[in-house]
């Protein structure tokens, strides 16, 4: 028998996230002179920063992330978001590609943020 205040398992992982699935696909320019596979290299070592902060932030709505590069000068970050409505998607996608170019900006990640592009569908 357990006690209503721990679980079975206290070692899981959360719940996962519920709603209707989104994909968030945030596209990023390398600075001049950084090749896409080191800010790629850079962005995997924050994996854990950008994951913490957008849970505390979308709590629910946040289900992971994925960063791939592509072409010679340009990478991608995709976001799985959980929403209710297309506009609380929208609002979520915006919020994710905020964190991102915030935790981006203050890791001194060679991404130039002067043009960024960021595609919302549901899946």
């Avoid at 340009?74 to 959980?82: A, E, G, N, P, Q």
């Avoid at 929208?90 to 130039?112: F, K, P, Q, Y």
């Amino acid at each position: 028998m357990t006690s209503a205040r721990f679980s079975e398992h206290p070692n899981t992982s959360p719940p996962e996230p519920s709603g209707p699935r989104y994909s968030a696909r945030i596209a990023l320019s390398c600075e001049r002179g950084h090749a896409p596979g080191q800010v790629l290299h850079a962005l995997q070592g924050l994996r854990s920063v950008i994951d913490d902060r957008l849970r505390s932030e979308l709590g629910g709505r946040y289900d992971r992330h994925a960063a791939a590069s592509v072409g010679t000068d340009k990478l991608t970050v995709t976001f799985t978001l959980r929403a209710d409505t297309h506009a609380d998607a929208i609002r979520s996608a915006g919020l994710a590609a905020g964190t991102l170019a915030e935790i981006l900006a203050g890791n001194a990640t060679a991404v130039d943020l002067s043009g960024v592009a960021l595609v919302l569908r549901a899946l």
